[in-house]
């Protein structure tokens, strides 16, 4: 799939949609400021996300994503090569998938919870069901790009080719993306939830500069240096 990496983005920005329609349909003023707010916060974090990402398409080239870690497989993981683009990219991740410390989708420390005020039983079950399969696809996408995907940490044995090398490529896919499943839901039980203030400035004031320098520096990069 040539462009695997900007249908990645533009499917995940039609959640936006969803929250804006489920803040509206409630008839609930509350859960309509919710949606607003929650509206506000993916679309500004989307930015340094895609960004972030701008600086791996320029390492390998294409945006396909099998490109992307047969790059990483002849030069190395990308995490080495965006040692700034990648925290950028966790960050805004968290985010994005309303993960905490930015989880003021949810807010369940205020009265009310966001633009799911109104919605109870399976209802409210599906919305928190899309979150977790949202953050592992997000996990998944991160391995991708910055991991090596399902290649090893180190070089694959000879004897493990064919249908063998494929079972070990998947153990080593969903490993390191479980990981990450596994430290978001850490992260949930270690950090307080930042303000309304707070998580907009951290993505206008911080992530977004920083996004920026991480292109032009991995732009001049592959210019002088040939990468």
Do not use: C
């Not at 047969?70 to 040692?83: K, R, S, T």
């Not at 109870?120 to 996990?139: D, P, Q, T």
Request: net charge neutral.
């Amino acid at each position: 799939f040539n462009i695997g990496v900007i249908y990645f983005f533009a499917v995940l920005g039609l959640s936006v949609v969803g929250l804006l329609v489920a803040g509206w349909s409630s008839y609930n003023k509350y859960s309509l400021l919710g949606g607003l707010r929650s509206a506000a916060q993916m679309v500004s974090y989307e930015i340094p996300l895609t960004l972030s990402v701008v600086g791996v398409v320029i390492l390998s080239g294409s945006l396909n994503f099998s490109d992307i870690i047969a790059h990483q497989l002849a030069h190395g993981w990308n995490l080495w090569w965006q040692i700034l683009g990648f925290p950028i990219f966790y960050v805004a991740s968290l985010a994005e998938i309303n993960r905490t410390p930015f989880d003021m989708v949810e807010a369940d420390s205020e009265l009310v919870a966001g633009p799911f005020t109104e919605y109870s039983g399976m209802r409210f079950g599906f919305f928190f069901f899309a979150e977790y399969v949202a953050l592992f696809i997000m996990s998944a996408i991160m391995v991708s790009l910055f991991f090596g995907g399902w290649l090893a940490p180190w070089p694959l044995p000879a004897q493990l080719d064919g249908f063998a090398g494929t079972l070990y490529g998947i153990f080593w896919f969903f490993l390191k993306s479980y990981f990450f499943v596994f430290v978001a839901v850490w992260l949930r039980t270690t950090l307080p939830r930042v303000r309304v203030d707070q998580l907009m400035g951290i993505a206008w004031k911080v992530l977004l500069p920083l996004s920026l320098v991480n292109l032009f520096l991995t732009a001049i990069a592959v210019i002088v240096f040939k990468l």
